[in-house]
């Protein structure tokens, strides 16, 4: 009854209780690593979930949000570090939608358990995986209470001391890739171009890492991503003439001078629509059209992104 009802009161810090007591003296680092550098399409292999040191830990809830398109997640096991314990423990998958599935799994001692220490790094979870296309995924992890973390970071993790403490730990970011994905140059300068010939300045480290995630998870398209960027306010007070936000669309999203062809079709559907509304909504029209241009798809698949 006693092992019964501490469960129940973890689960319950696990759900409610917000983050407040550090019981672990330096926060341990927890990343995701894998087996094998060498990574090609369809072929098996394991991604560990570690920590460099751990104290009295004595139980922890894992929730991993994947897009089940680009990585498929066909086992999960137990790591090292609960070998020849007694535990209890389980996982099951939710699937959220087409491009998104969530993994749920739970770990906690039974019995007259303490927890456990350890001052060298541990393998909590243990998970068979293979990537299904040429990609680079990344895994950030995140101390959080939060029920509806979306995106990065992706992996929702919380530890609880034999006290009943939740445990801190430093957030981090792993990114694997398969063998033959070469295209993280070309999605880096793609993102800074954008930045570049939108705001006319570099971005800033945040709002890249945030984009950059985003497009090669692919949570985000690439449609996505520049239909935000070119509404963003900064954008909007630049206050383009019609000619100027035309050229700068052809420069933005297909990455050359327009033809004067498309030039005039543009302008002059730019031209009609504010007859009918005001600029702002007419520009953002014309942003939507022409980010589903067969042009861009053309872009997004070269950099292996989802148009």
């Not at 094998?36 to 979930?49: A, G, K």
């Not at 423990?89 to 939608?97: T, V």
């Not at 992890?141 to 530890?159: A, C, D, E, V």
């Amino acid at each position: 009854m006693k092992t019964y009802l501490k469960l129940l009161i973890i689960m319950f810090l696990m759900i409610a209780s917000p983050i407040t007591t550090n019981a672990i003296s330096s926060h341990p680092d927890v990343t995701i690593k894998t087996n094998d550098e060498s990574i090609n399409i369809n072929e098996e292999f394991y991604l560990y979930l570690t920590s460099s040191k751990v104290e009295n830990l004595f139980s922890l809830s894992f929730d991993l949000k994947f897009n089940p398109n680009i990585i498929d997640i066909l086992s999960v096991e137990l790591g090292n570090f609960f070998e020849n314990e007694p535990i209890e423990f389980n996982s099951n998958f939710n699937l959220m939608n087409e491009n998104a599935k969530i993994l749920n799994f739970y770990a906690t001692f039974t019995g007259n358990h303490n927890g456990k220490t350890s001052d060298s790094e541990v393998e909590f979870i243990k998970l068979k995986a293979k990537l299904l296309k040429e990609c680079k995924v990344p895994f950030s992890i995140i101390n959080t209470n939060n029920n509806l973390f979306i995106g990065t970071p992706n992996i929702r993790l919380i530890m609880v001391d034999n006290a009943l403490n939740k445990c801190n730990f430093s957030n981090s970011t792993s990114y694997i890739q398969t063998n033959n994905f070469s295209n993280d140059d070309e999605i880096r300068l793609f993102i800074s171009d954008v930045y570049k010939k939108t705001f006319s300045r570099d971005p800033e480290e945040y709002g890249f890492n945030y984009w950059y995630n985003k497009l090669i998870s692919h949570e985000y398209s690439v449609r996505n991503f520049l239909i935000n960027i070119l509404n963003e306010k900064e954008f909007i007070d630049k206050d383009l003439s019609d000619e100027e936000f035309i050229t700068s669309m052809y420069s933005i999203i297909a990455n050359r001078e327009p033809d004067q062809t498309g030039y005039n079709y543009w302008l002059n559907m730019l031209i009609e629509y504010q007859k009918e509304m005001d600029t702002k909504t007419s520009k953002s029209k014309i942003i939507l059209s022409i980010c589903n241009e067969a042009e861009l798809e053309e872009r997004a698949t070269k950099l292996n992104l989802k148009f």
